[in-house]
């Protein structure tokens, strides 16, 4: 198994079904593109045609919704064959999962669950994270969820277990700027010391994207609306702080033309170039 | 509290609003706690109703949802896939709407679609093998993705009309036995009739009866033995075209 990732420094976008023509001509201007893995983890037919084009055109990053990589009852052996699969089939730049687990005892909520910080689940995680690099036969990245609650038993900032984490697995991270955005509005942190907290050689990919408030008054990681300036802003500090990193739009409801997207993915490659600029 | 234990109280808590979660997480979380509880659900309703568009359309948002809700409650999600989750749902609108018959039909036209769409791709077997095979004995190699079952009512023409977005003819309960078959030849999933026939030879075929035997039935279903060749071979040159059938094998 190799065990590292070397940078991929691009800008892309998450690659959904109204787009998808745009992607197998190979028109849409972008450097990467990113797949949800399971949409394509399928016996046949379409999506398979659809993600072979696309990938004889870009680079592509599989990221997947279904590990769960903190289940307390471990990898499920058939998801992971699957996404093996699809691996072995596209050659992607990366499979990326989230921090989270999304069922447990053959339940699957289909949702995005939120982990205690505590150190019994730092060993659980390490241990899936370390099976899960075995099966998949290379490191994988591991993307901070948006959260909405937070455990009576947490004895660990997020940005201190996903540190730990790294330097434990060899892992890498997806950092979503705008799910850190979002958790630190909902628990009250400041988004700026959880960035200095992460390892900048561990992270290999940006997320950008929207929220919108609920009628609980939290901000719900919907990631159906342009990116807002509080992201924006919070990018320009991770861009200072990491250094290149490849980022892209991700969109995933209310999709937009594929031109919008486009003129968000540019406005990050402006940021980010400027900031390299100054620091060059 | 182990994780494993404060996992199976959140999903108790996500399915069924059961509070044995709420020691566990911090004191100022429960409007978290549901946000994740309406999540859960929202996902798998918005899942069916991709899935059972049609069904969707023909029973209104509202009865839709309803039903949607009753489904999730009896039927909690077990695969890592959601394309797996519309499986059965067309069984609990049955029990829901045992007097309509068309509701469970339609539904089971839009579930047998969505899984031919991403089934199992057809592999068409080379025509000279085919041509080189004893066909007496010989078992033709049906589509991967075919499914086919009678129908009692007029859910086609329904499902069409949604489809085009017209308004749909008055359900009807059809006189005349009516079959339909749903496969994916290329990369579009079809479905088409069947009569009696028809269904008769293709159920026999996937139940793996030789071709010699297949032959014999539909000769003896027509007034004439003379017109057996040309009626047989006229059915399997249609298989084939359609990718319905895709091959043959030695018996």
């Known amino acids: 198994m190799s065990s590292s990732i070397e940078p991929f420094?691009?800008?892309g976008l998450g690659m959904r079904p109204q787009h998808y023509p745009s992607f197998i001509a190979g028109e849409a201007p972008v450097d990467f593109v990113e797949i949800i893995a399971e949409n394509f983890m399928v016996k046949g037919g379409?999506?398979?045609?659809?993600?072979?084009?696309?990938?004889?055109?870009?680079?592509?990053?599989?990221?997947?919704?279904?590990?769960?990589?903190?289940?307390?009852?471990?990898?499920?052996?058939?998801?992971?064959?699957?996404?093996?699969?699809?691996?072995?089939?596209?050659?992607?730049?990366?499979?990326?999962?989230?921090?989270?687990?999304?069922?447990?005892?053959?339940?699957?909520?289909?949702?995005?669950?939120?982990?205690?910080?505590?150190?019994?689940?730092?060993d659980l995680v390490c241990a899936n994270i370390t099976q899960a690099q075995d099966i998949l036969d290379r490191p994988i990245l591991l993307e901070n969820a948006s959260t909405y609650l937070t455990f009576a038993e947490d004895c660990l900032k997020e940005w201190e277990f996903l540190t730990e984490m790294c330097r434990r697995t060899g892992c890498y991270l997806l950092l979503d700027i705008n799910n850190i955005y979002v958790s630190g509005t909902n628990h009250g942190f400041d988004p700026l010391p959880y960035l200095a907290g992460i390892p900048a050689n561990s992270v290999r990919q940006i997320h950008l994207a929207g929220h919108t408030t609920g009628r609980s008054g939290l901000l719900i990681d919907t990631h159906d609306q342009p990116v807002p300036d509080p992201v924006w802003t919070l990018y320009e500090a991770a861009c200072a702080?990491?250094?290149?990193?490849?980022?892209?739009?991700?969109?995933?409801?209310?999709?937009?033309?594929?031109?919008?997207?486009?003129?968000?993915?540019?406005?990050?490659?402006?940021l980010a170039t400027s900031l390299e600029q100054v620091a060059a | 509290m182990t994780l494993a234990q404060?996992?199976?109280?959140?999903?108790?808590?996500?399915?069924?609003?059961?509070?044995?979660?709420?020691?566990?997480?911090?004191?100022?979380?429960?409007?978290?706690?549901?946000?994740?509880?309406?999540?859960?659900?929202?996902?798998?309703?918005?899942?069916?109703?991709?899935?059972?568009?049609?069904?969707?359309?023909?029973?209104?948002?509202?009865?839709?949802?309803?039903?949607?809700?009753e489904h999730i409650a009896e039927h909690p999600p077990h695969s890592w896939t959601l394309n797996d989750?519309?499986?059965?749902?067309?069984?609990?609108?049955?029990?829901?709407?045992?007097?309509?018959?068309?509701?469970?039909?339609?539904a089971w036209?839009?579930?047998?679609?969505?899984?031919?769409?991403?089934g199992i791709d057809s592999k068409v077997q080379d025509p000279i093998v085919i041509a080189g095979i004893d066909w007496e004995t010989a078992v033709l190699r049906l589509a991967p993705t075919l499914v086919m079952r009678p129908m009692v009512t007029n859910c086609v023409a329904l499902w069409n009309a949604m489809a085009e977005e017209t308004t749909p003819p008055a359900v009807a309960r059809l006189g005349t036995f009516h079959a339909?078959?749903?496969?994916?030849?290329?990369?579009?999933?079809?479905?088409?009739?069947l009569d009696a026939v028809e269904y008769r030879a293709l159920r026999r075929a996937a139940d793996g009866a030789p071709f010699g035997v297949l032959y014999a039935e539909l000769a003896a279903d027509l007034p004439n033995p003379d017109d057996a060749a040309a009626f047989v071979g006229g059915l399997l040159g249609q298989w084939f075209s359609e990718k319905l059938v895709i091959g043959a094998d030695p018996g």
């Open chain 1, 9 to 11: 420094v691009g800008f």
């Open chain 2, 6 to 69: 404060i996992q199976r109280d959140f999903c108790a808590f996500i399915v069924a609003a059961k509070p044995d979660i709420e020691p566990a997480i911090a004191v100022d979380a429960h409007r978290g706690l549901a946000v994740y509880h309406h999540a859960f659900r929202a996902t798998l309703i918005a899942c069916l109703r991709d899935t059972y568009e049609k069904t969707a359309a023909w029973l209104g948002e509202d009865a839709f949802e309803t039903a949607a809700l």
């Open chain 1, 241 to 270: 702080l990491f250094g290149p990193a490849a980022t892209m739009i991700e969109r995933d409801d209310n999709i937009p033309p594929l031109d919008d997207l486009l003129a968000e993915m540019d406005q990050a490659r402006r």
């Open chain 2, 109 to 118: 036209l839009d579930w047998s679609l969505r899984r031919a769409f991403d």
């Open chain 2, 180 to 193: 339909l078959a749903v496969w994916r030849g290329d990369l579009s999933p079809r479905f088409r009739s």
């Open chain 2, 85 to 106: 989750y519309g499986d059965g749902f067309e069984t609990t609108l049955a029990s829901l709407y045992r007097a309509d018959p068309e509701v469970e039909e339609v």
């Open chain 1, 46 to 122: 379409r999506p398979l045609t659809v993600i072979d084009q696309v990938r004889a055109r870009y680079p592509v990053a599989m990221h997947g919704v279904s590990m769960s990589i903190g289940s307390a009852d471990g990898l499920k052996p058939d998801y992971m064959r699957h996404l093996k699969t699809l691996a072995d089939r596209i050659d992607p730049i990366w499979i990326s999962d989230h921090l989270c687990w999304t069922g447990v005892d053959g339940f699957n909520a289909h949702d995005l669950l939120p982990l205690p910080y505590t150190e019994e689940v730092l």
